[in-house]
């Protein structure tokens, strides 16, 4: 894998643990980040875990032939194996999604991005996807070379996601009231998601 190869994936069926991917996560940056953790059983983010240490030992070693302190610099993965709180390993691993609200240019341009958002049978969705919800994610692999903490690594960024299982964020507060007769809400389609990338998303083999 070289530097401006982008290589494009879908996970397997994970556990969302804190997902922004209605907004963006303005905590630490104005322009934001949409991000979630996914939790997938080490069984079957086997052949995942196998394709992304590959593509990370092809980079570092390309970079290392160009410059040789790079093959002595830490291999990071976008993944970790889960502990539970007395540091026991749960048998699941947590791989990290991350990709930048807006995109500065060099020409001075802004760019806006965003995460297509899909239901189970690929249908464009405005969701409020909330912990637990179980998802596909589909991304694009970017490696990276830091020499300021003498790093090498692959950052997953997310381009679309298939909900197969949602937990909504407003699902907690709904429990205070009663179900009554009058307005529901049944699936209603993303207006801001593009006919092209509902089109690129519903060719995907899942």
Do not use: C
């Amino acid at each position: 894998m070289t530097k401006n190869q982008r290589v494009q994936i879908v996970t397997p069926r994970g556990t969302a643990v804190y997902p922004w991917l209605n907004r963006p996560d303005t905590k630490f940056s104005d322009d934001g980040e949409y991000k979630v953790t996914l939790k997938i059983p080490a069984e079957q983010a086997q052949d995942l875990i196998t394709k992304l240490d590959k593509m990370l030992e092809d980079y570092q070693a390309e970079q290392a032939s160009k410059d040789a302190k790079v093959g002595r610099f830490t291999a990071n993965t976008p993944y970790d194996e889960e502990v539970d709180d007395n540091g026991n390993l749960t048998g699941n691993y947590l791989f990290k999604f991350k990709q930048k609200a807006k995109v500065h240019t060099k020409d001075g341009r802004t760019i806006d991005m965003k995460v297509a958002l899909f239901d189970a049978s690929r249908t464009p969705t405005h969701a409020q996807v909330g912990g637990g919800s179980e998802l596909k994610i589909a991304a694009t692999i970017w490696p990276y070379v830091m020499p300021a903490t003498k790093s090498v690594g692959l950052s997953l960024r997310p381009s679309a996601v298939q909900i197969l299982s949602l937990v909504s964020l407003s699902s907690g507060a709904s429990n205070l009231f009663e179900v009554e007769d009058g307005f529901t809400d049944s699936d209603t389609v993303a207006e801001e998601t593009t006919e092209e990338e509902t089109k690129e998303f519903a060719a995907t083999d899942f």
